[in-house]
C-alpha cells in the first residue's frame, strides 16, 4: 500500500465515474458530475480520448472483465442508502456521514441538498485527502456549499477516533458510514478493528455500507482469470489482502456487532441497476448493514 504518493486505485474509480458521465442518461448506472475534476493527467488524457473518440473509453474487456460496472454498480447501491437513510425523520433521523477511504468520493457535494447542513467526515491516507482538498478549495466557487471535514489517518498504523472527534465527529450520534473499495486492501485485524471502532463511535441503529473482495472457488479458467486479476492490483501498489465470501458476511458482520440489512452480489448488482450488456465483476459484493441495539 501507497502511502507517500495519492492512491491510484482512488483515482481509477474516479475515472470510471467520470467515464459514465458521458454515457446518456438512460444508460447510465449513476450518475457523477465532480469526477472529472479529481483526475490526473493520465486518466484526464483517457477522459478526453474517450471524448474525442466519441464513444465510451473503457479498459479492454478481457482486462476489466466487468471491474468498471461493479465500480459503478457498488457506488449506486450505497448511494441509494444513502438517500433512503438521510430522508428519516425522528428517532432514525440521521445526523452525520462518515465516508472511510474516502478517495474523490464526491457525496459531500451530490449530497449536499439531502444532507442539509448535516455534516460529512472524510477519512483516507493524508496524501489522497490533501490532494483532494486542494482540489476542492480551487474549484470552491463551482461546488455545492456543503459541511465536509476531512480527516488523514492511516487505517494500518493508527485508530481514527481521536482525529475524528478533533474535527467535530459526535460520538454516539446516529450516522450512515460508507466503507466503499477499502476492505479489501487491509488485514483482517485492520478491518476487525475499524468494525470495532465504527460500532464503538455511532448510535445503534446506525447505518453501515461496505464491499467485500472474496476468492471465486470454481475450477475454470474464467475464476482462475479472476483471482489472478486481484493480484494485478499489485502493480498499482495496492494489493489485495483480506476477503469475506458472501455466504459467511452475515456471520462475519453479527460478530463485529452489526445486523445484515441488505447484500448484493454481481448478479443482484446487474439486475438492479445495469440497463446494457456490461457484465459485472463477479468477485466482490456489496453489503449494507446496521449497528446493533
Ligand atoms: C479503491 S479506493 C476507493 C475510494 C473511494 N471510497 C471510492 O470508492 O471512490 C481505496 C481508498 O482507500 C484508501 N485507503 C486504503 N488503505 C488505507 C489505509 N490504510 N488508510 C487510509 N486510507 C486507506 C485509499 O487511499 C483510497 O482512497
Known amino acids: 500500500m501507497q502511502q507517500s504518493s495519492p492512491s491510484r486505485t482512488a483515482e481509477v474509480v474516479c475515472l470510471f465515474r467520470a467515464l459514465e458521465h458521458q454515457r446518456r442518461a438512460p444508460a447510465r448506472i449513476l450518475d457523477d458530475p465532480y469526477a472529472q475534476r479529481f483526475l490526473g493527467r493520465a486518466t484526464s488524457t483517457a477522459l478526453r480520448a474517450s471524448r474525442a473518440a466519441g464513444r465510451l473509453a ?48 464526491t457525496r459531500a457535494w451530490r449530497f449536499a441538498e439531502a444532507l442539509a447542513g448535516r455534516p460529512l467526515f472524510e477519512v483516507d491516507f493524508p496524501s489522497t485527502s490533501k490532494r483532494k482538498e486542494q482540489i476542492a478549495r480551487r474549484a470552491a466557487a463551482e461546488l455545492p456549499a456543503t459541511s465536509v471535514h476531512r480527516v488523514q489517518v492511516d487505517f494500518l498504523q493508527e485508530t481514527f477516533d481521536g482525529p475524528l472527534l ?29 468494525l470495532a471502532l465504527v460500532h464503538a463511535l455511532c448510535a445503534p441503529g446506525s447505518e453501515l ?11 475454470d479458467h474464467r475464476a482462475a482469470a479472476h483471482r489472478f486479476s486481484a493480484n494485478l492490483l499489485h502493480l498499482l501498489g495496492e494489493p489485495v489482502l483480506f476477503g469475506v465470501h ?44 446496521r449497528r446493533d441495539p
Open 58 to 105: 473503457e479498459l479492454p474487456p478481457r482486462l476489466s472483465a466487468g471491474l468498471a460496472t461493479y465500480v459503478l454498480a457498488r457506488h449506486r447501491f450505497m448511494d441509494d442508502a444513502l438517500g433512503a437513510a438521510l430522508a428519516r425523520t425522528g428517532a432514525e433521523r440521521v445526523e452525520q456521514v462518515l465516508v472511510l477511504g474516502a478517495g474523490y468520493d
Open 166 to 194: 478533533r474535527a467535530g465527529f459526535g460520538r454516539g450520534a446516529r450516522t450512515f458510514v460508507i466503507w466503499e473499495g477499502v476492505s479489501m486492501y487491509l488485514t483482517r485485524s485492520a478491518v476487525k478493528a475499524t
Open 209 to 219: 455500507v461496505l464491499d467485500f473482495w472474496f476468492l471465486l472457488d470454481a475450477p
Open 246 to 289: 458472501p455466504e459467511d458476511a452475515g456471520a462475519f458482520l453479527g460478530r463485529a456487532g452489526f445486523a445484515l440489512v441488505d447484500l448484493a452480489d454481481a448478479d443482484a448488482l446487474g439486475a438492479r441497476y445495469v440497463r446494457d450488456r456490461r457484465a459485472v465483476y463477479p468477485a466482490n459484493f456489496v453489503v449494507h448493514a
